[in-house]
């Protein structure tokens, strides 16, 4: 093949439908425990976190429900995912090498926002949420509730998730009043799939009517496999939920590939791949429970 601008643009054309299908196909599971919240600057300010309105009895003037005085900022990232194509396969007419480069491509920039989000589970025992404690924490402090905690050390049995799902439906707002908080989601690494289908799934456990069975869905998240002990139970039901997924610009397919730029002409290269800008950090912990497993429960 000649390589002349003509020929490249057609490369490109080419690699941008193999990407856009790819991109397409692609199944991310980030916004099952996310809110994506579209972002406009180079940081936003979460500062309504906290606040939960509610409805209340109108006596008199209207009471303003102020957002809270914290300062929780997600600030945007730049990320990116680069290929050289040599120019000996133009030339040579081997293009076809790189097809599944370009789909690779395509699904990690799609998927790329659940690596952002399920990594914030693991570090949410280390990390800090709007409130100033780690986003798992026994330490949380809401106005007139006092200390709560949406955090364990127990292995995922059918005694710790039952009484994971009682500590976070016992949890208060900062009027004192009980959230009404409907734990709908359990997240497991592949290691403990096996457990969180039997709690969710079996009619009977060790001979007794399974009480569990049905009361949550299973997600079982790869990317927990290096923490395999550890467990999540989420509430997904609300506009908000317990992790965000920030987005400045989603992700776009960019080439560098004029004949005569120089990464052609230094290192005979045409370069193709995509970015994006964006960043995930933590909603209300009070919609998520999370237990390292390192521990059983007393008998």
Not at 41 to 57: C, D, H, Q, T, V
Not at 60 to 85: H, M
Not at 259 to 274: H, L, P, T
Request: hydrophobic residues 35%.
């Amino acid at each position: 093949m000649i390589v002349n601008q003509q020929a490249l643009r057609g490369i490109y054309t080419s690699f941008k439908v193999i990407f856009n299908k790819a991109f397409e196909n692609a199944e991310p599971q980030h916004t099952k425990v996310a809110t994506v919240i579209p972002s406009s600057a180079g940081s936003e300010n979460y500062k309504w976190l906290g606040k939960i309105p509610r409805m209340r009895e109108w006596i008199g003037d209207r009471v303003i429900q102020n957002l809270s005085a914290y300062d929780y900022t997600i600030k945007n990232k730049d990320f990116e995912v680069t290929i050289g194509v040599d120019r000996n396969d133009i030339e040579d007419d081997t293009i076809g090498v790189y097809r599944p480069l370009i789909e690779q491509i395509g699904e990690s920039a799609k998927l790329h926002p659940d690596e952002l989000v399920f990594e914030l589970l693991l570090k949410g025992f280390e990390e800090k949420c709007y409130d100033g404690q780690t986003f798992f924490s026994a330490s949380h402090k809401e106005g007139k509730s006092g200390t709560q905690s949406n955090k364990s050390e127990f292995k995922l049995e059918p005694r710790s998730y039952g009484a994971a799902r009682t500590q976070m439906r016992s949890l208060k707002d900062d009027q004192g009043k009980v959230i009404k908080v409907n734990p709908n989601l359990l997240v497991v690494s592949p290691q403990n799939e096996d457990m969180a289908k039997k709690i969710l799934t079996a009619e009977k456990i060790d001979g007794e009517v399974n009480i569990y069975k049905g009361t949550s869905e299973l997600l079982v998240v790869p990317e927990l496999a290096d923490v395999p002990n550890a467990w999540f139970l989420l509430d997904v039901s609300r506009p908000i939920r317990p992790l965000i997924f920030q987005q400045r610009k989603a992700p776009q397919f960019v080439a560098k590939d004029n004949i005569d730029d120089d990464n052609v002409f230094f290192q005979k290269q045409f370069i193709y791949g995509a970015d994006s800008r964006d960043n995930a950090g933590y909603g209300l912990w009070q919609l998520a429970f999370g237990s390292t497993g390192t521990k059983s429960m007393p008998a």
